[in-house]
């Protein structure tokens, strides 16, 4: 009971947060289109949060120690605030673009931190158990987002306003809980960069899974907008991929308390390029291609799912701190890669550049796991 408590407030709050983040991610994107922005231009707008994850992240170690997570949400609650405030009064969209570096620093506490009390309050025999309730909670809240966003609509400052609420409330939680949360006093074993050579293909499935969730929230939105559909259908698009993560995370993750964790990675990352492939050809089709997007969104949430109770698994302490801030650099890193990648790919090709992309992603990653595996021998 003493770990059950902060353990569900931890993932309470970083599932209202995530409503909030799905809401300004397509609200940006329509946005940014309507002003005249190329699609390229806006998945660099997209990164400036991935550039942010990649600063902070390697300190994040030591803010544990020295702040305690009840300060440093704190923290990182009044940074979000005061960041999607920018957002709902700066017109000048130029200016958006630091304002999202702050967002993303003030999201990079959040997650850090959370997933870091997730795993470690998780007891080892229901990890995989945990870390998918964790995900299917912060999914959901990832598919209500843009659900919200079809209501209050993209026009004016109610979508931020609406944001910056379920922000407060978000953070509450975490703040209440966190004098129960572990922390500790030692330093850990190897800094965060290092972490990632420790561990490569589970890393790097972390940098995938940025790439291709940073930039199909962010993009899908224009893929729609540039086959014929309109905003609010591009937005409930994003909505069928969080859904099917909400619908697959608890099943991948009792599967990962049974089986190889990093073979399940690998089959996951085969299926989605074989869904990517697929999705090129049905875009024209909406029934077909939502509920594959469903499905295929819902598997390949699995890669960052299955990543992260494979660390919580491995390293305690500040090792597991050190590990997680490696696990979401990378992911930040893929923030970066992807969305410029896929607007280009969707520039360069209007009908399937979207997932033709995604589907160049997922090779590249299947080429270096190969070699990996064939060059280090790594057996986890």
Known sequence: MPRLLPLIAAIAAISIVGVGLSMTIPLIAVRMEAAGYSASANGWGVAMSGLATILVSPFMPALVRRLGVRRLMSLALALAVASLAGLAFVDNVLWWFPIRFGLGASLTLFF?????????????????????????????????????????????????????????????????????????????????????????????????????????????????????????????????????????????????????????IVAIAIVGLVGALALMGLGAHYAAFSALLFVWGGIVGGLYMVGLATLGARYTGADLASANSAFVMLYATGMIIGPPVLGATLDASPGHGLFGGVALLFVAYLAVVSATRRGSGEKR
């Open 112 to 264: 850090v931190v959370s997933e870091y009390a997730i795993n470690a309050l998780a007891p080892e025999e229901r990890r995989g158990l945990w870390i998918g309730i964790y995900s299917t909670a912060l999914y959901l809240g990832f598919a209500l987002g843009p659900v919200i966003i079809g209501f209050v609509g993209t026009e004016g400052r109610t979508g931020f306003y609406s944001a910056i609420a379920l922000f407060m409330i978000g953070g509450a939680p975490i703040i209440a809980a966190g004098a129960a949360i572990p922390t500790f006093s030692e330093r850990a074993e190897r800094p965060a960069w290092a972490m990632i050579f420790r561990a490569p293909v589970i890393m790097l499935a972390s940098l995938l899974f940025g790439a291709l969730e940073t930039g199909g929230m962010g993009l899908l939105p224009v893929h729609a907008l540039r086959n014929g559909y309109d905003a609010a259908t591009g937005a409930l698009f994003v909505s069928f991929v969080a859904f099917g993560n909400v619908a697959f995370q608890l099943p991948l993750g009792l599967l990962s308390d049974r089986v190889d964790r990093r073979k399940l």
